[in-house]
Nanobody, 126 residues
Framework: QVQLIESGGGLAPAGGSLRLSCAASGRTLSTYAWGWFRQAPGKEREFVAAVNWNGGATAYADSVKGRFTISIDSAKNTGYLAMNSLKPEDTAVYYC???????????????????WGQGTQVTVSS
């Protein structure tokens, strides 16, 4: 079993930055794919960013491309989402997730992921 705990959320002004962390425990995740999703009130959970097992391939939603960066530190069993140039529409609960498949690719769909964190709130003020 894998446990994921997100941190780093909070309140930021428009144009500001935040860095989310996702610490994993229960298993070594060196071969797992990681993803970040978000969910705003009244909306479905949506894809934000994904990375494959070694960080060599990434994908981003068009809405965050060029502003957000996903990364992983396998030695620390931790994933990160650096968010710059934040906009009020980035306000949501952000979730990290991991996929234990060994295909070495990244995944962009909610149902591709097996383990999820509890979420961390990000609020961007205008």
């Amino acid at each position: 079993q894998v446990q994921l705990i997100e941190s780093g959320g909070g309140l930021a002004p428009a144009g500001g930055s935040l860095r989310l962390s996702c610490a994993a425990s229960g298993r070594t995740l060196s071969t797992y794919a990681w993803g970040w999703f978000r969910q705003a009130p009244g909306k479905e959970r949506e894809f934000v960013a994904a990375v494959n097992w070694n960080g060599g391939a990434t994908a981003y939603a068009d809405s965050v491309k060029g502003r957000f960066t996903i990364s992983i530190d396998s030695a620390k069993n931790t994933g990160y989402l650096a968010m710059n140039s934040l906009k009020p529409e980035d306000t949501a609960v952000y979730y990290c997730a991991v996929n234990p498949a060994t295909s070495r690719q990244y995944y962009t769909r909610v149902y591709d992921y097996t383990y999820w964190g509890q979420g961390t709130q990000v609020t961007v003020s205008s």
